[in-house]
């Protein structure tokens, strides 16, 4: 059984990945956050009982089911009701501060010239774009086995599919992403 202790460090060590790849999946900053708060809300109510070993897995899945309930929620909703700002134009996503961009930005600052810096910003927007432009199924998969970092035998068990379906989604992914990239002139 995780102490609370064990269970505080653990949720705090996941939040920043968990939070970017629900937003990844539902592409809206207030909702990803809300579906965080509702994935950890429901480890430590249901789970906090389970040895610390099995956390991330569970975790992981926990963060998958929340994001179908959400998807789910959002089709009924959107089935019932037609918003009012559905009727105006969109100009696109709002603005994401990334994570990785401004963690250590004063310190990147003096090591790194400001063309190489906004060079580099602008490869990690595309890179985003593209992941975001993926299927649903391989952004799953090519998330939890590229940025979670999981095994395919623990993503399988997450999806909730088979470990030959992971490995289809990732190639598939992997695929997508390089012809995108290739195309705006990002290579490898």
Known sequence: MASDLELSEFLKNVEKKAFKRAFFHVRN???????????????????ADKPLCELPLLFQRILSNT?????????????LFTPLSGF?????PGE????????NAAQEASTESAEDWIGRVQTLEHIEAAVME???????AFLLRYWEELDVAETAAVMGCSEGSVKTHCSRAIQALSKTLGLQGIGP
């Open 88 to 92: 105006g134009s969109e100009d696109g």
């Open 67 to 79: 994001m179908l309930d959400w998807f789910r929620r959002q089709k009924t909703r959107n089935s």
């Open 96 to 103: 994401f501060d990334l994570l990785e961009v401004h963690a």
């Open 134 to 140: 993926l299927p649903a199924r391989q952004r799953e």
């Open 29 to 47: 900053e207030d909702a990803a956050l809300d579906i965080l708060q509702d994935s950890m809300i429901k480890l430590c109510t249901h789970y």
